[in-house]
């Protein structure tokens, strides 16, 4: 079931995602070469304490940590460790937030120090797909109207689609339906209505879609050892287009 939000309940989530995009903007700048994901772990939990939100994942399933990080050819869920970041290597920041009842989720994806011209334009594109899966979510379309276009832009770039990962809907909840694939033919699924909220989520990789689980039983890996970046908003589809809450 499809639960709609009412503009109040919207208003409220957009105070948990703002603080998603708050301490993911504190943990971009501090992304170097030689910082730990344990670290940024600990920082995004002092910045969720500050801000008197509690971090959503901790728990959630058992998984132990607030952050999660996914190193280069990590797609998501990585779990913090005590791994040094090194020049060249991209991270991606998957964070989420409760307060007052209502979830807020993001993610971004980040170099670390130089890296190469083809890494860079997968972040690039990776995020440019979500821009354009955001634009898509607008009333009267339907779901996969929102998947096709992710799948569309970055397969014609020459990149891939990961299948096993999906976005979804939140709200009280972290996870709520509907799911929302990255990929799919236009047209399909249920029509888009007003008061949707949406964690819209791309995750792109540079060489083939398949992915696997390591033995930790979170961190999913790409199978061809290739980059995969991802990127996350939490939307509100309104009658006046879509709402961008996990923004500054």
């Known amino acids: 079931m499809i639960i709609l939000k009412s503009p109040r309940e919207i208003e409220k989530m957009r105070v948990s995602a703002r603080i998603v995009a708050e301490v993911l903007e504190i943990l971009k700048a501090c992304i170097r070469p030689g910082v730990t994901t344990l670290e940024l772990n600990e920082l995004a939990e002092l910045e969720a304490k500050k801000r008197k939100a509690r971090p959503a994942f901790k728990g959630y399933n058992g998984f132990p940590y607030s952050l999660c990080c996914s190193v280069n050819e990590q797609v998501v869920h990585g779990m913090p460790n005590s791994r ?15 307060v ?4 807020g989720d993001a993610a971004v994806t980040v170099p670390v120090g130089r890296v190469k011209p083809g890494v860079l334009d997968l972040l690039a594109v990776t995020e440019e797909s979500l821009c354009r899966a955001v634009e898509a979510s607008v009333v009267g379309n339907r779901l996969s109207d929102i998947s096709h276009a992710v799948q569309s832009f970055v397969e014609e770039r020459g990149y891939s689609v990961v299948r096993e990962f999906v976005g979804h809907g939140i709200g009280k909840n972290l996870h709520e339906s509907p799911q929302v694939p990255n990929f799919g033919e236009p047209g399909r699924g249920v029509k888009l209505k007003a008061g949707m909220v ?8 540079e060489k083939g879609h398949q992915v ?3 033995s930790d039983g979170w961190t999913a890996v790409t199978c061809d050892k290739g980059m995969s970046a991802h990127f996350e908003h939490t939307v509100a589809i309104t009658e006046n287009g879509p709402d ?3 923004k500054l």
């Open 84 to 98: 040094e970041l090194v020049e060249g290597d991209i991270i991606s920041l998957d964070f989420g937030v409760v």
């Open 198 to 205: 949406l964690a819209i989520e791309p995750m792109i990789n």
């Open 100 to 103: 007052d009842g209502f979830y």
């Open 244 to 246: 961008i809450l996990s």
């Open 212 to 214: 696997k689980i390591l």
